[in-house]
């Protein structure tokens, strides 16, 4: 058998690990052939690949990124993208396709297994941890390392300084980073899409800090929206799944407080540092047993399914299930954190 590999999407910490997991099984006890896919969907829509062996694999677990590359590119909104794709299998004489990515490579991989019976597998990647039928995706715990990090490191400077300091992660739908990190970090608030926040409240949590002489930490997700506004935008572009460039809502933030209270007030983004560097060891742990399992799958035929962790098991579930909803922040999670916010 020879089977196909590709990353699609965001990349993040793990993705190195996930492939070779994959490839070391599938070389070691299944005899099977790999061949890589560059950048996504763009990799198996254009012929674009590269050889996967066990050299090619071999020394790449800590390494963060992918050295497959990645991209947005949908190949359901390319004009005969299906067609091109089914040619490219069957010229280098792909029998399976193992897709790693996240919400929109997955629910391309969906479509693909669902109504082209194409062969599919799935391994669930974002930062954002927003995939649902899996406990956590790998990258996750690598950002919320990161971003804690970052938060512990601005507590200093804003005590220095007695400013309210912004820190904006990132988050476009869920904001299971700021949640983690912001809690890890002592943060003062923390602000999600999945609540719209109260400008007054957030400027009244920033006063009381205040007035005890310690200097806040205001923790908000890219995507997050003040009761009385909307997203702020990087600018109204689209990709090619859709979805707009977010950027701002930090920085936005951070003049409306300055502008309520008077108080000095700064942003840190942090942005794409969130996604790279070497992956966490929890996060090589699950994106190494994501790719054992994924090419089990592939062995077992058990196509359109995705690997997913649910406890401490790994199990296998429908792609269009896993991508059919996001999952969000529960709402008693968030309350449960208030305590510490002003």
Not at 110 to 119: C, D, F, K, N, R
Not at 129 to 145: E, I, K, Q, W
Not at 187 to 193: E, H, K, R, S
Not at 235 to 240: A, I, P, T, V
């Amino acid at each position: 058998m020879k089977v196909g590999v590709l990353t699609g999407g965001g990349d993040c910490p793990g993705l190195n690990a996930v492939i070779r997991g994959i490839v070391r099984k599938g070389v070691q006890e299944y005899g099977y052939d790999f061949i890589g896919f560059r950048d996504g969907w763009r990799g198996p829509l254009e012929a674009d690949t590269v050889p996967l062996d066990i050299p090619a694999v071999r020394g790449i677990l800590p390494r963060g990124g992918t050295i497959l590359g990645s991209s947005r590119t949908n190949p359901l909104k390319v004009e005969d993208g299906i067609r091109r794709i089914k040619e490219n299998l069957r010229k280098y004489e792909v029998d399976a396709l193992i897709a790693i990515g996240g919400e929109d490579t997955l629910g391309v991989a969906a479509t693909l297994s669902g109504e082209y019976s194409i062969p599919c597998v799935g391994v669930p990647k974002t930062i954002d941890n927003d995939l649902s039928a899996t406990d956590y995706t790998f990258g996750f715990d690598t950002a919320v390392n990161i971003a804690t990090e970052a938060i512990d490191r601005l507590h200093t400077t804003a005590e220095s300084h007695m400013r309210v300091l912004v820190v904006e992660v990132m988050g476009r739908h869920a904001g299971w980073i700021a949640v983690h990190s912001g809690l890890a970090g002592g943060a003062n608030a923390i602000l999600i899409p999945e609540q719209r926040f109260d400008l007054d409240e957030v400027c009244a949590w920033v006063e009381s800090r205040f007035k005890i002489r310690y200097a806040p930490i205001v923790v908000i997700a890219e995507g997050a929206m003040p009761k009385d506004g909307d997203m702020v935008l990087k600018d109204g572009s689209l990709d090619s799944f859709g979805h707009v460039r977010l950027s701002g809502i930090g920085e936005w933030l951070a003049k409306e407080i300055e502008r309520r209270t008077g108080k000095e007030a700064r942003t840190t983004v942090l942005g794409h540092v969130q996604r790279g560097g070497t992956p966490s060891a929890f996060d090589r742990w699950l994106a190494t047993r994501f790719g054992l399992h994924a090419i089990d799958a592939v062995r077992d035929r058990d196509f359109g399914k995705m690997v997913a962790l649910q406890g401490t098991d790994i199990v296998r579930v429908p792609i269009a299930e896993a991508t059919s909803k996001l999952k969000t922040v529960d709402p008693k999670l968030y309350e449960e954190i208030g305590v510490f916010f002003g």
